[in-house]
C-alpha cells in the first residue's frame, strides 16, 4: 500500500491485508491450500494435476491483484498521462510460467509444487492458451502489453472477452475441420469478473433534435435497444518491476431494465433477445457472409469502442480537468481499423453529451488517436455498407457524414486535388450501396499513422495511402514491429537464456536486449557449444511432442535440419511454394542411388497454421502438405532423409515449442505483401537463420544481421509490381513443370483437390509469382544445405544473427510509441527492487 495519508483508520487491517502475502514457499504452499478449500471447494488432500494449476494461478493472481492496486494508485498519484491500447485481437497464449518468471516467483512455486508432488512443466502444460486472436496483430497486442509493463508506461489494453476464440483445427484425412475452441472450459483463474463495472451501449433507434436550457439546439441520439458491458480484469505483470497494467475485456450481457418498451413484448422473444446480446461477444470474427453477421462484427466493434471510451472518459474525469485536456492525458492507440468506430463515437460524446463546439471536439479527437495499419491487402482494408451502419448507428451516421464533408471541404480549398484524388480520399465510397472506408476514417481521426517495417510504411506512403502522404507529409511514420523477448527467449528457451546470461554476466539483457549487440564482437567456443546444445535440448523437446501428437507413428530425427514454416496459412504467404519445393526435394532423392542419398543434408520439414474457414485455396494447401507428408515419410528410399510434419492447431504455446528447435525459417512471402511478420524475429532470436523474400520486417532483420548470414531470395517489391504490371508470361521452369506433372498425375492423391492451386500456374496466372521465385527459392536452398555440410559456419551464423536482435524486441518498438506517437513517460512505483530469477 502507497497512500498512508488515505488509509482508513483500521491500520492494523490494512497492514494485515499487506502482510498476508509472504513470498516464501510456505506461504505460497498457504495460499494455494486455501485456494483449494475455499475457492475451488476442493478436498484439501485431492490434488487434482488441473486443480493445483488453478489454485497456482488463483494464489499468484493474488499477489498481482495487490501489485496492480498499488500500480493504479501510483498513476493516479502521479497524474500520468495514459496510452490505452484498443484491440480486437489479443492472443495471449498461456500465463502462468511468465508470469512467474515477471513476477520473480518461479523459485518458490517451483519448490512448492514439488511440495505439492508436482512438477511446474507438468502443470503448465494444463493450462488452455488464451487464444483471443488470429495471428500477427493480435499476437503484437500480446507483446505490447508485455512490454508496456515492463518499461513501467501507464497503459490499458482493451478488448473483447469473447466465449470462443479462433477455432480448433483439427486435420482428418488431411483436411482442416474447425471445431469451435471453447477455451473457458475449465475456467480462467486469470481474470477477475467485474459486475461493478457495466456500461450501457446503445444501438439502433432514432436521432432526435432537442432544445437546451440555452435555447440552442442539441442533437441527441434515442438507442432503440441497449446492452450491457461488463469489464474482466487481466493482470499484466512487468519483468522485474512491480508495475502491474491491466487488460480490460467487455463481456455483453442483456440489460433488460434499459429497454422498458421490450418489458411488455413476449417473454419468449425478450428470452431471444437476452440470448443475442449475450452473443455479441461469443466468438472473434463472426462469419461476414451474410448481412446478419456483417451486422454482428460491427456490433462487436462498436460494443467494445463504446464501453472502453466511457471506461477512459469515466478515469478522465476524476481529475476535474476541462476536456480541452483530454489528449494531454489519453492516448488512444487503434490496432488496426477495427476500433476506429470509437473515432465517431468520441464525436458523439463531446458534441452530444459534452455539449462542445464541432472543431473543438474535432480538435480533441484528432489529437487523441493513432492509428496502426497491420496490412495491404485490399481486401482486408474494412468497409461497412452505409445502410447497414445507420441503421445500427443512426447518429455515428451522421457524424462518419459530416467529417466527410468538413474533410473534403477543407481538402478542395488548402489542397488542388482532381476529382479522382478526392473520391480516393474520401471516408465514403461512392459504390452501390455506398460504403464507409474505415481505414479513411482512421487515417482522418487520427494524429498519427503507422505502418509496422520500414518497407510496409513505404508502402503505405507510396502507394495505399499515396493521397494521404502527399496531403499531410510526415503523418504516416513508421514503427518497426518487435517481439517480446521474456516470452520469445528466456521463457521459451531457457537453456539457450542461461548461455547468453552466463555470457553478459547477468540477465540484464532480458529487459535491454541491445546488450546482445556487445557479444558481437567477441564470439566464443563455448558459447557457440551452448547455442549448439539449446538446439539439441529444444530439438529433442519437440520430438518428443511429435511423437505423443503422433502415437509414436513420427519420430523425428534430431541430427536432420529442421526447417519451418509457421503462421497463418495464406496465398501470399506461399506454403505453397514451400511444399512445391519439397516435392521437388523428394523427386531428387528419389532419383539418386542408395550411396548418393546417404550424402544428402537430412531434413525435416515443419508447417503449422490455419486457414480462414471459408478459404478454399489456403485449405488446399494444408491438404496438400499433409498429404505430401504421407506419401514422403513412408516411402522406405526417401524417410530416413526426408521427414515433414503438419502440427495441428497452431497456437502460441505450440510456437514455443516449435521456434527454439528450428534451425531455418521461412518467411517467403511475395515481396510487398507481409506487412512486417513477428515470428521471422522471434526466430532469429533463437538463433534460427531465415530463408526469406526482402519483405516486411526480414529486410532489416537481415540488414541488422547480416545478409550474408541469410538465404534471401526472389522478385523484390517493384519487381513483384513490373511483372504484375507487364502481366508478364513466366516459363515454367523444368522442375516446377515435373512437380506440378507429379499433383497432376495423383502422386499425392486426386488432382481435384489442389485445382485450385496448380490451374493458375499453368494458366501464368500466379499474382503471387510462385513460378517466378520457385527457382530462385530452390537455389536459396541449395546455399541452405551447403552451409549445413559445415557446422562451424553455420554455427557462427547462428550466433551472430541471435546478436543481431537487439532492436527487434518488443521494448524497442514500445519506447517509440511512447515517444513518438504518445507522448506518455515511465512511471516506476518507488518500491523495494525485486529480482527475477
Ligand atoms: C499482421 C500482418 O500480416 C503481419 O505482417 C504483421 O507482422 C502483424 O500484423 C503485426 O503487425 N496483420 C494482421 O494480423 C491483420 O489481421 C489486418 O491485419
Same mark, same amino acid.
Given at each position: 500500500?502507497?497512500?498512508?495519508?488515505?488509509?482508513?483508520?483500521?491500520?492494523?487491517?490494512?497492514?494485515?491485508?499487506?502482510?498476508?502475502?509472504?513470498?516464501?514457499?510456505?506461504?505460497?504452499?498457504?495460499?494455494?491450500?486455501?485456494?483449494?478449500?475455499?475457492?475451488?471447494?476442493?478436498?484439501?488432500?485431492?490434488?487434482?494435476?488441473?486443480?493445483?494449476?488453478?489454485?497456482?494461478?488463483?494464489?499468484?493472481?493474488?499477489?498481482?491483484?495487490?501489485?496492480?492496486?498499488?500500480?493504479?494508485?501510483?498513476?493516479?498519484?502521479?497524474?500520468?498521462?495514459?496510452?490505452?491500447?484498443?484491440?480486437?485481437?489479443?492472443?495471449?497464449?498461456?500465463?502462468?510460467?511468465?508470469?512467474?518468471?515477471?513476477?520473480?516467483?518461479?523459485?518458490?512455486?517451483?519448490?512448492?509444487?514439488?511440495?505439492?508432488?508436482?512438477?511446474?512443466?507438468?502443470?503448465?502444460?494444463?493450462?488452455?492458451?488464451?487464444?483471443?486472436?488470429?495471428?500477427?496483430?493480435?499476437?503484437?497486442?500480446?507483446?505490447?502489453?508485455?512490454?508496456?509493463?515492463?518499461?513501467?508506461?501507464?497503459?490499458?489494453?482493451?478488448?473483447?472477452?469473447?466465449?470462443?476464440?479462433?477455432?480448433?483445427?483439427?486435420?482428418?484425412?488431411?483436411?482442416?475441420?474447425?471445431?469451435?475452441?471453447?477455451?473457458?472450459?475449465?475456467?480462467?483463474?486469470?481474470?477477475?469478473?467485474?459486475?461493478?463495472?457495466?456500461?450501457?451501449?446503445?444501438?439502433?433507434?432514432?436521432?432526435?433534435?432537442?432544445?437546451?436550457?440555452?435555447?440552442?439546439?442539441?442533437?441527441?441520439?434515442?438507442?432503440?435497444?441497449?446492452?450491457?458491458?461488463?469489464?474482466?480484469?487481466?493482470?499484466?505483470?512487468?519483468?522485474?518491476?512491480?508495475?502491474?497494467?491491466?487488460?480490460?475485456?467487455?463481456?455483453?450481457?442483456?440489460?433488460?431494465?434499459?429497454?422498458?418498451?421490450?418489458?411488455?413484448?413476449?417473454?419468449?422473444?425478450?428470452?431471444?433477445?437476452?440470448?443475442?446480446?449475450?452473443?455479441?461477444?461469443?466468438?472473434?470474427?463472426?462469419?461476414?457472409?451474410?448481412?446478419?453477421?456483417?451486422?454482428?462484427?460491427?456490433?462487436?466493434?462498436?460494443?467494445?469502442?463504446?464501453?472502453?471510451?466511457?471506461?477512459?472518459?469515466?478515469?478522465?474525469?476524476?481529475?476535474?480537468?476541462?476536456?480541452?485536456?483530454?489528449?494531454?492525458?489519453?492516448?488512444?492507440?487503434?490496432?488496426?481499423?477495427?476500433?476506429?468506430?470509437?473515432?465517431?463515437?468520441?464525436?458523439?460524446?463531446?458534441?452530444?453529451?459534452?455539449?462542445?463546439?464541432?472543431?473543438?471536439?474535432?480538435?480533441?479527437?484528432?489529437?487523441?488517436?493513432?492509428?496502426?495499419?497491420?496490412?495491404?491487402?485490399?481486401?482486408?482494408?474494412?468497409?461497412?455498407?452505409?445502410?447497414?451502419?445507420?441503421?445500427?448507428?443512426?447518429?455515428?451516421?451522421?457524424?462518419?457524414?459530416?467529417?466527410?464533408?468538413?474533410?473534403?471541404?477543407?481538402?478542395?480549398?488548402?489542397?488542388?486535388?482532381?476529382?479522382?484524388?478526392?473520391?480516393?480520399?474520401?471516408?465514403?465510397?461512392?459504390?452501390?450501396?455506398?460504403?464507409?472506408?474505415?481505414?479513411?476514417?482512421?487515417?482522418?481521426?487520427?494524429?498519427?499513422?503507422?505502418?509496422?517495417?520500414?518497407?510496409?510504411?513505404?508502402?503505405?506512403?507510396?502507394?495505399?495511402?499515396?493521397?494521404?502522404?502527399?496531403?499531410?507529409?510526415?503523418?504516416?511514420?513508421?514503427?518497426?514491429?518487435?517481439?517480446?523477448?521474456?516470452?520469445?527467449?528466456?521463457?521459451?528457451?531457457?537453456?539457450?537464456?542461461?548461455?547468453?546470461?552466463?555470457?553478459?554476466?547477468?540477465?540484464?539483457?532480458?529487459?535491454?536486449?541491445?546488450?546482445?549487440?556487445?557479444?558481437?564482437?567477441?564470439?566464443?567456443?563455448?558459447?557457440?557449444?551452448?547455442?549448439?546444445?539449446?538446439?539439441?535440448? %529444444?530439438?529433442?523437446?519437440?520430438? $518428443?511432442? /511429435?511423437? #505423443? *501428437?503422433? !502415437?509414436?507413428?513420427? +519420430?523425428?530425427?534430431? &541430427?536432420?535440419?529442421?526447417?519451418?514454416?509457421?503462421?497463418?496459412?495464406?496465398?501470399?504467404?506461399?506454403?505453397?511454394?514451400?511444399?512445391?519445393?519439397?516435392?521437388?526435394?523428394?523427386?531428387?532423392?528419389?532419383?539418386?542411388?542408395?550411396?548418393?542419398?546417404?550424402?544428402?543434408?537430412?531434413?525435416?520439414?515443419?508447417?503449422?497454421?490455419?486457414?480462414? %474457414?471459408?478459404?478454399?485455396?489456403? $485449405?488446399? /494447401?494444408? #491438404? *496438400?502438405? !499433409?498429404?505430401?507428408? +504421407?506419401?514422403?515419410? &513412408?516411402?522406405?528410399?526417401?524417410?530416413?532423409?526426408?521427414?515433414?510434419?503438419?502440427?495441428?492447431?497452431?497456437?502460441?504455446?505450440?510456437?514455443?515449442?516449435?521456434?527454439?528447435?528450428?534451425?531455418?525459417?521461412?518467411?517467403?512471402?511475395?515481396?510487398?505483401?507481409?506487412?512486417?511478420?513477428?515470428?521471422?524475429?522471434?526466430?532469429?532470436?533463437?538463433?534460427?537463420?531465415?530463408?526469406?523474400?526482402?519483405?516486411?520486417?526480414?529486410?532489416?532483420?537481415?540488414?541488422?544481421?547480416?545478409?550474408?548470414?541469410?538465404?534471401?531470395?526472389?522478385?523484390?517489391?517493384?519487381?513483384?509490381?513490373?511483372?504484375?504490371?507487364?502481366?508478364?508470361?513466366?516459363?515454367?521452369?523444368?522442375?516446377?513443370?515435373?512437380?506440378?506433372?507429379?499433383?497432376?498425375?495423383?502422386?499425392?492423391?486426386?488432382?481435384?483437390?489442389?485445382?485450385?492451386?496448380?490451374?493458375?500456374?499453368?494458366?501464368?496466372?500466379?499474382?503471387?509469382?510462385?513460378?517466378?521465385?520457385?527457382?530462385?527459392?530452390?537455389?536459396?536452398?541449395?546455399?541452405?544445405?551447403?552451409?549445413?555440410?559445415?557446422?562451424?559456419?553455420?554455427?557462427?551464423?547462428?550466433?551472430?544473427?541471435?546478436?543481431?536482435?537487439?532492436?527487434?524486441?518488443?521494448?524497442?518498438?514500445?519506447?517509440?510509441?511512447?515517444?513518438?506517437?504518445?507522448?506518455?513517460?515511465?512511471?516506476?512505483?518507488?518500491?523495494?527492487?525485486?529480482?527475477?530469477?
Amino acid at each position: 500500500m502507497l497512500q498512508a495519508a488515505r488509509r482508513p483508520k483500521l491500520e492494523k487491517l490494512w497492514d494485515l491485508v499487506d502482510e498476508y502475502l509472504h513470498n516464501d514457499t510456505e506461504s505460497i504452499m498457504r495460499s494455494m491450500a486455501d485456494h483449494f478449500e475455499y475457492t475451488l471447494a476442493r478436498n484439501k488432500w485431492n490434488l487434482a494435476p488441473q486443480s493445483l494449476f488453478q489454485a497456482a494461478a488463483y494464489s499468484l493472481r493474488d499477489r498481482m491483484i495487490e501489485w496492480w492496486n498499488d500500480t493504479q494508485e501510483y498513476f493516479y498519484d502521479q497524474d500520468s498521462k495514459r496510452a490505452y491500447y484498443m484491440s480486437i485481437e489479443f492472443l495471449m497464449g498461456r500465463t502462468l510460467t511468465n508470469a512467474l518468471i515477471s513476477t520473480g516467483l518461479l523459485s518458490p512455486y517451483y519448490e512448492a509444487l514439488k511440495e505439492f508432488g508436482e512438477n511446474l512443466e507438468t502443470i503448465a502444460d494444463l493450462e488452455h492458451d488464451a487464444g483471443l486472436g488470429s495471428g500477427g496483430l493480435g499476437r503484437l497486442a500480446a507483446c505490447f502489453l508485455d512490454s508496456l509493463a515492463t518499461l513501467n508506461y501507464p497503459a490499458w489494453g482493451y478488448g473483447i472477452r469473447y466465449k470462443y476464440g479462433q477455432f480448433k483445427q483439427n486435420i482428418v484425412r488431411g483436411y482442416q475441420v474447425e471445431t469451435p475452441d471453447f477455451w473457458l472450459e475449465s475456467g480462467n483463474p486469470w481474470e477477475i469478473p467485474r459486475q461493478d463495472i457495466v456500461y450501457k451501449v446503445g444501438m439502433y433507434g432514432s436521432v432526435q433534435y432537442v432544445t437546451r436550457s440555452d435555447g440552442s439546439l442539441a442533437v441527441k441520439w434515442e438507442p432503440g435497444h441497449c446492452v450491457g458491458a461488463v469489464a474482466y480484469d487481466t493482470p499484466i505483470p512487468g519483468f522485474n518491476t512491480k508495475n502491474t497494467l491491466s487488460l480490460r475485456l467487455w463481456s455483453s450481457k442483456p440489460l433488460v431494465d434499459m429497454n422498458p418498451e421490450e418489458l411488455k413484448a413476449d417473454p419468449w422473444d425478450m428470452l431471444r433477445q437476452n440470448q443475442a446480446d449475450e452473443e455479441i461477444t461469443s466468438v472473434l470474427y463472426p462469419k461476414a457472409d451474410s448481412d446478419s453477421g456483417k451486422e454482428l462484427r460491427l456490433k462487436q466493434q462498436y460494443f467494445f469502442s463504446c464501453a472502453t471510451l466511457q471506461d477512459i472518459i469515466r478515469r478522465f474525469k476524476k481529475s476535474n480537468r476541462p476536456f480541452a485536456e483530454f489528449p494531454d492525458k489519453v492516448a488512444i492507440q487503434l490496432n488496426d481499423t477495427h476500433p476506429t468506430v470509437s473515432v465517431p463515437e468520441l464525436m458523439r460524446i463531446l458534441v452530444d453529451e459534452e455539449s462542445l463546439p464541432w472543431d473543438q471536439a474535432w480538435a480533441i479527437t484528432t489529437k487523441t488517436f493513432g492509428f496502426t495499419n497491420h496490412t495491404v491487402l485490399p481486401e482486408a482494408l474494412e468497409k461497412w455498407s452505409v445502410p447497414m451502419f445507420a441503421h445500427l448507428l443512426p447518429r455515428h451516421m451522421q457524424i462518419v457524414f459530416e467529417i466527410n464533408h468538413r474533410f473534403l471541404e477543407e481538402v478542395k480549398v488548402k489542397f488542388d486535388c482532381s476529382p479522382e484524388v478526392i473520391s480516393r480520399l474520401s471516408i465514403i465510397e461512392e459504390s452501390n450501396p455506398q460504403q464507409i472506408r474505415m481505414a479513411n476514417l482512421a487515417i482522418v481521426g487520427s494524429h498519427t499513422v503507422n505502418g509496422v517495417a520500414r518497407i510496409h510504411s513505404e508502402i503505405l506512403q507510396q502507394s495505399v495511402f499515396a493521397d494521404w502522404h502527399r496531403l499531410w507529409p510526415g503523418k504516416i511514420i513508421n514503427i518497426t514491429n518487435g517481439v517480446t523477448p521474456r516470452r520469445w527467449l528466456y521463457c521459451c528457451n531457457p537453456t539457450l537464456s542461461s548461455a547468453v546470461t552466463k555470457q553478459l554476466g547477468g540477465n540484464a539483457w532480458v529487459t535491454d536486449l541491445s546488450l546482445l549487440k556487445d557479444l558481437r564482437s567477441h564470439i566464443t567456443q563455448e558459447f557457440l557449444r551452448d547455442v549448439r546444445e539449446a538446439n539439441k535440448v %529444444a530439438k529433442e523437446r519437440l520430438r $518428443k511432442y /511429435v511423437s #505423443k *501428437l503422433t !502415437n509414436g507413428a513420427v +519420430d523425428l530425427d534430431t &541430427s536432420s535440419l529442421f526447417d519451418t514454416q509457421v503462421k497463418r496459412i495464406h496465398e501470399y504467404k506461399r506454403q505453397l511454394m514451400n511444399i512445391l519445393g519439397v516435392i521437388h526435394r523428394y523427386q531428387c532423392l528419389k532419383a539418386l542411388t542408395p550411396t548418393e542419398r546417404s550424402q544428402q543434408v537430412k531434413r525435416t520439414h515443419i508447417f503449422a497454421g490455419k486457414a480462414a %474457414a471459408s478459404y478454399q485455396q489456403a $485449405k488446399a /494447401v494444408i #491438404k *496438400l502438405i !499433409n498429404t505430401v507428408a +504421407d506419401v514422403v515419410n &513412408s516411402d522406405p528410399q526417401t524417410k530416413d532423409f526426408l521427414t515433414v510434419v503438419f502440427l495441428p492447431n497452431y497456437s502460441v504455446s505450440l510456437a514455443e515449442l516449435i521456434v527454439p528447435a528450428t534451425d531455418l525459417s521461412e518467411h517467403i512471402s511475395t515481396a510487398g505483401t507481409e506487412a512486417s511478420g513477428t515470428s521471422n524475429m522471434k526466430f532469429a532470436m533463437n538463433a534460427g537463420l531465415i530463408i526469406g523474400t526482402l519483405d516486411g520486417a526480414n529486410v532489416e532483420i537481415v540488414e541488422a544481421c547480416g545478409q550474408e548470414n541469410h538465404f534471401i531470395f526472389g522478385a523484390t517489391a517493384p519487381e513483384v509490381d513490373k511483372l504484375r504490371a507487364e502481366r508478364q508470361s513466366v516459363a515454367i521452369d523444368q522442375r516446377l513443370y515435373n512437380v506440378l506433372i507429379s499433383i497432376e498425375r495423383g502422386d499425392f492423391g486426386a488432382s481435384s483437390n489442389y485445382r485450385w492451386l496448380i490451374d493458375p500456374l499453368w494458366q501464368g496466372n500466379d499474382y503471387y509469382c510462385v513460378a517466378h521465385d520457385f527457382p530462385l527459392y530452390l537455389e536459396a536452398q541449395q546455399c541452405v544445405d551447403a552451409d549445413w555440410r559445415t557446422p562451424d559456419v553455420w554455427a557462427h551464423k547462428t550466433v551472430l544473427t541471435m546478436f543481431g536482435m537487439g532492436t527487434f524486441s518488443s521494448d524497442h518498438s514500445i519506447h517509440q510509441y511512447a515517444r513518438n506517437i504518445w507522448n506518455i513517460k515511465p512511471a516506476r512505483m518507488p518500491t523495494e527492487h525485486i529480482t527475477t530469477v
